[in-house]
């Protein structure tokens, strides 16, 4: 059974500060990772995508990938209220009967506070 | 632009009644398509996913089945409702990257 693990939080940081959001997965194949925003009583919404080992960057979000120690994280840079919500891990699955299903962590319960 | 609807957006029905969620996607063609469904304060769990018509991998031993009859058309359907198929349930549609939900059918039997 293909894993992906969150800390659930919830994870409490102030308005202004960087919140670090953390993600492993079992699936050593694995090449294609996500970072899902949910707002209480709403769909998830992509917020970032990542293939390669490194950081990718998007206005105050940075994912890093590491595909050797098999984890990747979100970082929220100048926190704001906001950006209050659960965050979602996901990975995708490489290829033979599984190809395209996607696996989610349990989410990790953000909460700023200004 | 893609987009992705589901319907209805709440839903109550009593233990023993059919269920029938539909979710149809606008702007793609074969795209993967998913149920997920997520119990309160839970993840999402993986119900169903289809990557062509007719094509449906089940992920969990449970009350309910999946349809694709047409590309862009996904169907969760059961034929007697449990109080524990009461959930979030998720549509979503892919292709070789990042999924994209639907808003979502909430979903209590009583």
């Known amino acids: 059974q293909k894993e992906v693990e969150q800390n659930s939080g919830p994870l409490s940081v102030p308005e202004g500060a960087i919140a670090s959001l953390n993600c492993t997965y079992s699936d050593r194949v694995s090449q294609s990772f996500f970072w899902y925003r949910q707002y209480s009583g709403k769909s998830p919404e992509l917020i970032m995508s990542i293939y390669s080992n490194g950081d990718k960057e998007d206005g105050r979000f940075t994912a890093q990938l590491n595909k050797a120690s098999q984890y990747v994280s979100l970082l929220i840079r100048d926190s704001q209220p906001s950006d209050s919500a659960t965050y979602l891990c996901a990975v995708k699955d490489a290829g033979g009967t599984s190809y395209g299903k996607l696996t989610f962590g349990q989410g990790t319960i953000l909460t700023v506070h200004p | 632009s893609q987009t992705i609807h589901q319907w209805p957006a709440t839903l109550v029905q009593p233990v023993g009644s059919p269920l029938s969620l539909e979710c149809t996607v606008e702007g793609t063609s074969n795209p993967n398509l998913y149920w997920y469904r997520q119990a309160a304060g839970r993840g999402l769990q993986l119900l169903f996913y289809s990557v062509g018509i007719g094509q449906i991998s089940s992920e969990v031993p449970q009350n309910l089945s999946a349809s694709r009859p047409q590309d862009r058309q996904f169907i969760l359907s059961s034929k007697k409702l449990l109080l524990s198929d009461s959930g979030f349930y998720l549509c979503?549609?892919?292709?070789?990257?990042?999924?994209?939900f639907g808003q979502g059918t909430r979903l209590t039997v009583v």
């Open positions: 979503a549609w892919g292709k070789t990257g990042a999924a994209f």
